[in-house]
């Protein structure tokens, strides 16, 4: 495995993630207290990767997840 990327998430999210930084970007309503902050509804993981045995390069998508399989 070359690489793997998540397309189901947006990059800047992914970030953040990995570097544990707080999104200064929070949603605002008569709900929200200070401390909540706006999370997007879950969504179906998309995998994308690149695959080689040495010589060919192989790229694809996971649609269903696969176990044992992980971005990181």
């Known amino acids: 495995i ?4 998540c397309i189901s998430e947006p990059y800047y ?3 953040l993630n990995i570097h ?3 999104n200064g970007n929070e949603r ?3 709900d929200t ?3 909540q902050q706006w ?3 879950p969504t179906k ?3 994308y990767l690149e695959l080689t045995d040495g010589k060919t390069i192989l790229r694809g998508l996971e649609y269903e997840t696969i176990s044992g ?3 990181d």
């Open 28 to 30: 605002i309503d008569t």
């Open 45 to 47: 993981r998309v995998l």
């Open 33 to 35: 207290t200070e401390t």
């Open 20 to 22: 544990g930084d707080q």
């Open 69 to 71: 399989l992980d971005r």
């Open 39 to 41: 999370k997007p509804p």
């Open 2 to 5: 070359n690489s793997i990327l």
């Open 13 to 15: 999210t992914q970030v």
